[in-house]
């Protein structure tokens, strides 16, 4: 099946400072979503985005299908954007989410 | 309630008790998932139910009975459990326009954290 590497997996930040995470897979996509776990365990959605490149407020995502990666960018970072990154993709064909190990996050005041 | 949520949010139980986990979607979608995370483990796929007919099993244990009366709702039925059961259980939905339901956005609820003693 699909693999999904994701890359750091961990983070440690300074308040206010920029990173980038990655996210790699072996074969073409159909979906990519990107989610952020919080401390108590809720995924939430942060991008639907299995090509091209979508803003919400300080964090973007650019996902280059034909290269097999996906970026989120997160701009002045905040505490409370601490916890863990979660890439997942669905392979062509019905097949599943197939989720990544993630990149855990801690930002720093 | 908006969204996908689930109940309890937090579960303890012997190995020889039986419980249910519960789910809802609020979103109008038409198919629900079950994940299971333990720790220092991928989300791994337990269920898929895409209009009310189930269409994916994980190979999952028999002591674990999924349950989808209908497109709103979504139970795991728990019996005979064991310690390494313990995990954080995941409800998710989305809306199937392909027969298949799984390319399209998946949204999740806050999860049931079960504990197995």
């Known amino acids: 099946g699909i693999q999904v590497e994701q890359s750091p997996p961990d983070l440690i930040l300074q308040e206010g400072a920029n990173s980038t995470l990655r996210c790699n897979f072996s074969d073409s996509v159909n979906n990519l979503q990107w989610f952020h776990q919080n401390p108590w365990g809720q995924l939430i959605n942060l991008f639907y985005?299995?090509?091209g490149t979508k803003q919400n407020g300080r964090l973007s995502a650019t996902t280059v299908a034909t290269e097999r990666y996906s970026l989120l960018y997160i701009s002045s970072s905040q505490t409370t954007d601490s916890g863990v990154y979660f890439c997942?993709?669905?392979?062509?064909?019905?097949?599943?989410?197939?989720f990544g190990k993630g990149t855990r996050l801690s930002v720093i005041a | 309630e908006t969204g996908v949520t689930q109940t309890p949010r937090h579960l303890v139980m012997g190995m020889t008790n039986k419980k249910s986990l519960k789910c809802e979607q609020h979103l109008g979608h038409n198919a629900m998932y079950w994940y299971k995370q333990s720790a220092k483990k991928p989300l791994e796929l337990m269920f898929v139910?895409?209009?009310?007919?189930?269409?994916e099993n994980n190979s999952v244990p028999s002591r674990f009975s999924p349950e989808c009366p209908n497109s709103s709702h979504l139970f795991l039925h728990l019996h005979t459990l064991q310690p390494e059961d313990s995990a954080l259980y995941l409800c998710a939905s989305s809306q199937d326009t392909s027969g298949g339901g799984m390319y399209n956005e998946q949204f999740f609820g806050p999860g049931t954290r079960l504990t197995v003693l």
């Open positions: 139910y895409s209009l009310e007919e189930r269409v």
């Open positions: 997942a993709v669905v392979n062509s064909g019905n097949t599943p989410l197939v």
């Open positions: 985005i299995p090509s």
